[in-house]
Protein backbone atom coordinates (compact mmCIF):
# COMPACT_ATOMS: atom_id res chain seq x y z
CA UNK A 1 0.00 0.00 0.00
CA UNK A 2 1.04 3.70 -0.80
CA UNK A 3 2.45 5.80 1.81
CA UNK A 4 2.22 8.71 0.07
CA UNK A 5 -0.12 10.37 2.47
CA UNK A 6 2.39 10.28 4.95
CA UNK A 7 4.06 12.97 3.01
CA UNK A 8 1.47 15.41 2.94
CA UNK A 9 1.62 19.06 4.29
CA UNK A 10 -1.19 19.03 6.86
CA UNK A 11 -2.83 22.07 8.61
CA UNK A 12 -6.38 22.91 9.75
CA UNK A 13 -7.10 25.62 7.51
CA UNK A 14 -8.87 29.09 7.90
CA UNK A 15 -12.21 28.64 7.79
CA UNK A 16 -13.61 32.23 5.92
CA UNK A 17 -17.28 33.51 6.83
CA UNK A 18 -20.50 32.05 5.26
CA UNK A 19 -21.08 33.09 1.65
CA UNK A 20 -24.63 32.68 1.28
CA UNK A 21 -26.36 32.95 -2.08
CA UNK A 22 -29.76 34.18 -1.22
CA UNK A 23 -31.17 36.82 -3.28
CA UNK A 24 -32.27 39.24 -0.46
CA UNK A 25 -30.07 39.35 2.84
CA UNK A 26 -28.56 41.31 4.68
CA UNK A 27 -24.72 40.22 4.77
CA UNK A 28 -23.10 41.26 7.97
CA UNK A 29 -20.31 38.47 8.38
CA UNK A 30 -17.33 39.20 6.37
CA UNK A 31 -16.73 43.21 6.47
CA UNK A 32 -17.53 44.37 3.44
CA UNK A 33 -18.27 47.39 2.42
CA UNK A 34 -21.71 48.22 1.59
CA UNK A 35 -21.41 50.85 -0.83
CA UNK A 36 -20.20 50.19 -4.53
CA UNK A 37 -16.89 50.88 -5.81
CA UNK A 38 -15.80 54.41 -6.91
CA UNK A 39 -17.45 56.13 -9.86
CA UNK A 40 -14.01 55.94 -11.83
CA UNK A 41 -13.72 51.96 -11.06
CA UNK A 42 -17.21 51.46 -12.77
CA UNK A 43 -16.40 53.72 -15.60
CA UNK A 44 -13.27 52.02 -16.31
CA UNK A 45 -14.66 48.30 -16.01
CA UNK A 46 -17.40 49.23 -18.70
CA UNK A 47 -14.89 51.03 -20.83
CA UNK A 48 -11.81 48.37 -20.30
CA UNK A 49 -10.04 47.24 -23.77
CA UNK A 50 -10.95 43.44 -23.59
CA UNK A 51 -7.77 42.71 -26.23
CA UNK A 52 -5.07 43.13 -22.36
CA UNK A 53 -6.94 40.07 -21.48
CA UNK A 54 -5.03 38.20 -23.73
CA UNK A 55 -1.84 39.23 -22.40
CA UNK A 56 0.40 39.25 -19.73
CA UNK A 57 -0.21 41.99 -16.90
CA UNK A 58 2.63 43.78 -15.81
CA UNK A 59 4.79 41.86 -13.33
CA UNK A 60 5.79 44.85 -10.92
CA UNK A 61 2.08 46.02 -10.94
CA UNK A 62 3.51 50.03 -12.07
CA UNK A 63 -0.35 51.32 -12.46
CA UNK A 64 -1.03 50.20 -9.24
CA UNK A 65 2.06 50.29 -7.03
CA UNK A 66 2.55 54.22 -8.81
CA UNK A 67 -0.89 54.91 -7.70
CA UNK A 68 -0.31 53.76 -4.29
CA UNK A 69 2.35 55.20 -3.87
CA UNK A 70 1.40 58.66 -4.92
CA UNK A 71 -1.80 58.76 -2.68
CA UNK A 72 0.41 57.89 0.23
CA UNK A 73 3.53 60.10 -0.28
CA UNK A 74 5.93 57.45 -0.58
CA UNK A 75 8.26 55.86 -3.32
CA UNK A 76 6.74 53.38 -5.65
CA UNK A 77 10.01 51.60 -4.31
CA UNK A 78 7.92 51.28 -0.62
CA UNK A 79 5.18 49.72 -2.26
CA UNK A 80 4.51 45.69 -2.67
CA UNK A 81 0.93 44.90 -4.06
CA UNK A 82 -0.38 41.66 -3.83
CA UNK A 83 -3.64 38.87 -4.41
CA UNK A 84 -5.39 40.53 -1.39
CA UNK A 85 -3.89 41.58 1.80
CA UNK A 86 -3.85 37.88 2.90
CA UNK A 87 -1.06 37.25 -0.09
CA UNK A 88 0.36 40.12 0.89
CA UNK A 89 1.17 38.80 4.48
CA UNK A 90 1.69 35.25 3.33
CA UNK A 91 4.56 36.32 1.13
CA UNK A 92 5.62 38.52 4.23
CA UNK A 93 6.10 35.07 6.56
CA UNK A 94 7.60 33.38 3.63
CA UNK A 95 9.92 36.10 3.22
CA UNK A 96 10.83 37.52 6.54
CA UNK A 97 10.01 34.97 9.00
CA UNK A 98 12.90 32.53 9.10
CA UNK A 99 14.15 32.66 12.67
CA UNK A 100 14.26 30.16 15.04
CA UNK A 101 12.96 31.94 17.93
CA UNK A 102 8.99 32.30 17.47
CA UNK A 103 7.44 34.85 15.78
CA UNK A 104 4.53 36.15 18.27
CA UNK A 105 1.20 37.71 17.97
CA UNK A 106 -2.10 38.44 19.77
CA UNK A 107 -4.53 34.86 20.91
CA UNK A 108 -7.49 36.72 19.70
CA UNK A 109 -6.92 38.27 16.42
CA UNK A 110 -7.35 37.47 12.69
CA UNK A 111 -6.84 33.46 12.40
CA UNK A 112 -4.74 33.02 9.26
CA UNK A 113 -2.01 33.86 11.10
CA UNK A 114 -1.49 30.48 12.84
CA UNK A 115 -2.38 28.85 9.37
CA UNK A 116 0.39 30.60 7.65
CA UNK A 117 3.22 29.81 10.69
CA UNK A 118 2.23 26.38 10.52
CA UNK A 119 1.87 25.75 7.59
CA UNK A 120 6.27 27.17 6.41
CA UNK A 121 6.47 25.63 9.59
CA UNK A 122 7.23 28.97 11.12
CA UNK A 123 7.78 28.55 14.94
CA UNK A 124 5.13 30.92 16.70
CA UNK A 125 3.93 31.72 20.32
CA UNK A 126 0.64 34.05 21.20
CA UNK A 127 0.49 35.94 23.37
CA UNK A 128 -3.07 36.48 25.48
CA UNK A 129 -5.06 40.06 25.49
CA UNK A 130 -5.87 41.28 28.70
CA UNK A 131 -9.89 41.10 30.02
CA UNK A 132 -10.88 44.10 28.07
CA UNK A 133 -9.20 42.46 24.63
CA UNK A 134 -6.48 44.94 24.39
CA UNK A 135 -2.87 44.00 23.23
CA UNK A 136 -0.54 44.69 26.08
CA UNK A 137 2.45 45.93 24.43
CA UNK A 138 4.84 44.55 27.31
CA UNK A 139 4.38 41.34 26.20
CA UNK A 140 6.22 41.79 22.48
CA UNK A 141 9.12 43.31 24.58
CA UNK A 142 10.89 40.13 24.63
CA UNK A 143 13.46 38.46 22.41
CA UNK A 144 11.47 36.84 19.35
CA UNK A 145 11.78 35.87 15.22
CA UNK A 146 9.20 38.35 14.29
CA UNK A 147 6.16 40.27 15.33
CA UNK A 148 2.86 40.37 13.60
CA UNK A 149 -0.50 42.07 15.35
CA UNK A 150 -3.99 44.05 13.76
CA UNK A 151 -4.57 47.58 14.43
CA UNK A 152 -7.41 47.91 14.82
CA UNK A 153 -6.99 44.00 15.78
CA UNK A 154 -9.68 41.23 14.86
CA UNK A 155 -12.08 40.34 15.78
CA UNK A 156 -12.12 42.89 18.49
CA UNK A 157 -12.29 46.41 16.39
CA UNK A 158 -9.93 47.24 19.49
CA UNK A 159 -7.47 50.32 18.40
CA UNK A 160 -4.22 50.17 19.42
CA UNK A 161 -2.35 53.91 20.13
CA UNK A 162 0.18 54.55 17.53
CA UNK A 163 2.74 55.30 20.67
CA UNK A 164 2.27 52.13 22.18
CA UNK A 165 3.13 50.38 18.66
CA UNK A 166 5.98 52.69 18.43
CA UNK A 167 7.39 51.29 21.39
CA UNK A 168 6.76 47.54 20.51
CA UNK A 169 8.85 48.92 16.83
CA UNK A 170 11.29 50.45 19.06
CA UNK A 171 11.93 47.10 21.38
CA UNK A 172 12.03 44.85 18.29
CA UNK A 173 14.80 46.50 16.04
CA UNK A 174 16.23 43.52 14.87
CA UNK A 175 13.25 41.44 13.64
CA UNK A 176 10.40 42.34 11.47
CA UNK A 177 7.45 44.18 13.07
CA UNK A 178 4.56 43.84 11.27
CA UNK A 179 1.39 46.07 11.92
CA UNK A 180 -1.81 44.85 9.47
CA UNK A 181 -3.81 48.00 8.77
CA UNK A 182 -7.32 46.51 6.85
CA UNK A 183 -9.36 48.28 9.28
CA UNK A 184 -7.38 51.52 9.84
CA UNK A 185 -9.31 54.00 7.38
CA UNK A 186 -12.30 53.86 9.85
CA UNK A 187 -10.92 55.68 12.81
CA UNK A 188 -7.69 54.77 13.11
CA UNK A 189 -4.20 57.09 13.08
CA UNK A 190 -1.77 54.71 10.69
CA UNK A 191 1.74 53.34 11.68
CA UNK A 192 2.53 54.12 7.44
CA UNK A 193 5.04 57.40 8.82
CA UNK A 194 6.65 55.35 10.86
CA UNK A 195 8.34 53.22 7.97
CA UNK A 196 10.61 56.13 8.03
CA UNK A 197 12.06 55.89 11.37
CA UNK A 198 12.34 52.42 11.68
CA UNK A 199 13.44 50.71 8.43
CA UNK A 200 12.52 47.06 9.88
CA UNK A 201 8.45 48.20 9.87
CA UNK A 202 5.90 46.80 7.14
CA UNK A 203 2.28 48.36 6.87
CA UNK A 204 -0.34 46.51 5.68
CA UNK A 205 -3.78 47.49 4.20
CA UNK A 206 -6.27 46.25 1.79
CA UNK A 207 -8.85 47.20 -0.74
CA UNK A 208 -10.96 44.70 0.08
CA UNK A 209 -12.69 47.59 3.39
CA UNK A 210 -12.61 51.13 2.65
CA UNK A 211 -12.52 50.71 -0.86
CA UNK A 212 -15.65 48.72 -1.42
CA UNK A 213 -13.25 45.82 -4.18
CA UNK A 214 -13.13 42.91 -1.88
CA UNK A 215 -13.92 40.95 -4.95
CA UNK A 216 -10.95 41.96 -6.54
CA UNK A 217 -8.52 41.06 -3.97
CA UNK A 218 -6.04 44.01 -3.93
CA UNK A 219 -3.90 44.11 -0.83
CA UNK A 220 -0.19 45.78 -0.47
CA UNK A 221 2.12 46.78 1.97
CA UNK A 222 4.47 49.70 2.56
CA UNK A 223 7.91 49.97 4.02
CA UNK A 224 11.58 50.55 3.85
CA UNK A 225 12.82 49.98 0.30
CA UNK A 226 15.45 47.08 0.97
CA UNK A 227 12.03 44.67 2.60
CA UNK A 228 10.15 45.61 -0.84
CA UNK A 229 12.76 44.37 -2.97
CA UNK A 230 13.19 41.31 -1.03
CA UNK A 231 9.74 40.63 -0.87
CA UNK A 232 9.92 41.27 -5.23
CA UNK A 233 12.39 38.85 -5.07
CA UNK A 234 10.67 35.63 -2.95
CA UNK A 235 7.87 36.99 -5.35
CA UNK A 236 9.40 36.59 -8.57
CA UNK A 237 11.00 33.36 -7.98
CA UNK A 238 7.74 31.35 -8.74
CA UNK A 239 4.90 33.90 -9.58
CA UNK A 240 5.72 36.47 -11.70
CA UNK A 241 2.21 37.58 -12.29
CA UNK A 242 0.34 37.54 -9.00
CA UNK A 243 -2.13 40.39 -10.22
CA UNK A 244 -4.51 40.42 -13.23
CA UNK A 245 -5.04 43.05 -15.87
CA UNK A 246 -8.55 43.91 -14.13
CA UNK A 247 -7.65 44.35 -10.82
CA UNK A 248 -4.46 46.68 -12.01
CA UNK A 249 -6.33 48.91 -13.81
CA UNK A 250 -9.43 49.03 -11.10
CA UNK A 251 -7.53 49.31 -8.46
CA UNK A 252 -5.11 52.20 -9.73
CA UNK A 253 -8.96 53.93 -10.58
CA UNK A 254 -9.91 53.14 -6.71
CA UNK A 255 -6.86 55.18 -5.21
CA UNK A 256 -7.53 58.56 -7.40
CA UNK A 257 -10.68 59.52 -6.12
CA UNK A 258 -10.07 60.53 -2.69
CA UNK A 259 -12.98 62.38 -2.13
CA UNK A 260 -15.23 59.13 -2.57
CA UNK A 261 -13.18 57.36 -0.67
CA UNK A 262 -13.28 59.61 2.29
CA UNK A 263 -17.02 59.89 2.08
CA UNK A 264 -17.98 56.24 2.13
CA UNK A 265 -15.62 55.76 5.52
CA UNK A 266 -17.47 58.41 6.91
CA UNK A 267 -20.87 57.06 6.15
CA UNK A 268 -19.56 53.92 7.81
CA UNK A 269 -18.24 55.07 10.71
CA UNK A 270 -21.24 57.39 11.46
CA UNK A 271 -23.69 54.44 10.93
CA UNK A 272 -21.31 51.97 13.37
CA UNK A 273 -21.62 54.98 15.82
CA UNK A 274 -25.74 55.06 15.54
CA UNK A 275 -25.45 51.24 15.42
CA UNK A 276 -23.58 51.10 18.93
CA UNK A 277 -25.91 53.41 20.49
CA UNK A 278 -28.60 51.09 19.66
CA UNK A 279 -26.81 47.90 20.69
CA UNK A 280 -26.60 49.41 23.93
CA UNK A 281 -29.93 50.45 24.73
CA UNK A 282 -31.23 46.37 23.72
CA UNK A 283 -28.77 45.06 26.41
CA UNK A 284 -25.07 44.52 24.76
CA UNK A 285 -21.52 45.74 25.84
CA UNK A 286 -19.06 46.06 23.55
CA UNK A 287 -15.41 47.69 22.83
CA UNK A 288 -14.97 51.08 21.34
CA UNK A 289 -14.49 49.72 17.53
CA UNK A 290 -12.77 51.36 15.24
CA UNK A 291 -12.69 49.23 12.58
CA UNK A 292 -16.21 49.03 10.50
CA UNK A 293 -17.75 46.28 12.47
CA UNK A 294 -19.27 45.86 16.10
CA UNK A 295 -17.70 42.65 18.29
CA UNK A 296 -20.88 42.58 20.91
CA UNK A 297 -22.48 40.56 23.31
CA UNK A 298 -25.67 40.26 25.17
CA UNK A 299 -26.09 40.69 29.11
CA UNK A 300 -28.42 37.65 28.93
CA UNK A 301 -29.00 35.80 25.49
CA UNK A 302 -25.92 33.58 24.29
CA UNK A 303 -24.13 34.99 21.17
CA UNK A 304 -25.25 31.55 19.58
CA UNK A 305 -29.11 32.27 20.12
CA UNK A 306 -29.14 35.37 18.68
CA UNK A 307 -26.68 34.48 15.46
CA UNK A 308 -29.41 31.40 14.45
CA UNK A 309 -32.25 33.93 15.08
CA UNK A 310 -30.78 36.81 13.01
CA UNK A 311 -29.77 33.66 10.24
CA UNK A 312 -33.54 32.46 10.38
CA UNK A 313 -34.50 36.57 9.28
CA UNK A 314 -31.61 36.32 6.20
CA UNK A 315 -29.69 38.68 8.64
CA UNK A 316 -26.15 36.97 8.59
CA UNK A 317 -23.00 37.86 11.37
CA UNK A 318 -20.26 35.91 12.45
CA UNK A 319 -20.27 33.89 15.22
CA UNK A 320 -16.98 32.35 16.63
CA UNK A 321 -16.39 29.20 18.81
CA UNK A 322 -13.26 29.69 19.83
CA UNK A 323 -13.83 29.83 23.77
CA UNK A 324 -13.09 33.22 25.22
CA UNK A 325 -14.81 34.90 22.66
CA UNK A 326 -17.66 31.69 21.96
CA UNK A 327 -20.47 34.11 23.20
CA UNK A 328 -19.83 37.75 20.83
CA UNK A 329 -20.94 38.52 17.69
CA UNK A 330 -18.64 40.35 14.85
CA UNK A 331 -21.45 42.48 13.19
CA UNK A 332 -20.29 44.24 10.03
CA UNK A 333 -21.74 47.44 9.45
CA UNK A 334 -23.97 47.97 6.63
CA UNK A 335 -26.04 50.51 5.44
CA UNK A 336 -27.67 52.81 7.84
CA UNK A 337 -31.33 50.80 6.31
CA UNK A 338 -29.58 47.38 6.73
CA UNK A 339 -28.69 48.49 10.64
CA UNK A 340 -32.03 49.49 11.32
CA UNK A 341 -33.49 46.21 9.96
CA UNK A 342 -31.41 44.39 11.91
CA UNK A 343 -31.77 46.81 15.11
CA UNK A 344 -35.28 46.13 14.42
CA UNK A 345 -35.88 42.58 15.14
CA UNK A 346 -33.27 42.72 17.68
CA UNK A 347 -35.66 44.85 19.62
CA UNK A 348 -38.31 42.25 18.77
CA UNK A 349 -36.40 39.22 19.20
CA UNK A 350 -35.24 40.19 22.80
CA UNK A 351 -38.61 40.87 23.93
CA UNK A 352 -40.08 37.92 23.45
CA UNK A 353 -37.03 36.37 24.96
Not at 200 to 207: A, E
Not at 212 to 226: C, D, F, P, Q, T
Request: aromatic share 12%.
Amino acid sequence: MSNWEDYVRRVEPYVPGEQPKKEHMIKLNTNENPYPPAPGVVKALREMNTDLLRRYPQPDCKILVDAIAEFYGVKSEQVFVGVGSDDVLAMIFLTFFNDAKPVIFPDITYSFYDVWAEMLRIPYETKALDEDFLIKKEDYYGENGGVIFPNPNAPTGILMPLSEIEDIIAHNRDVIVVVDEAYIDFGGESALPLIEKYDNLLVVQTFSKSRSLAGMRIGYVMGNEKLIRYLNDVKYSFNSYTMNQTALILGAEAVKDRAYFEETCRKVIETREWTKKELHKLGFSFGDSKSNFIFAKHASVPAEDIFEALKKEDIYVRHFSKERISNYLRISIGTKEEMQTMIGFLQNFLAEG
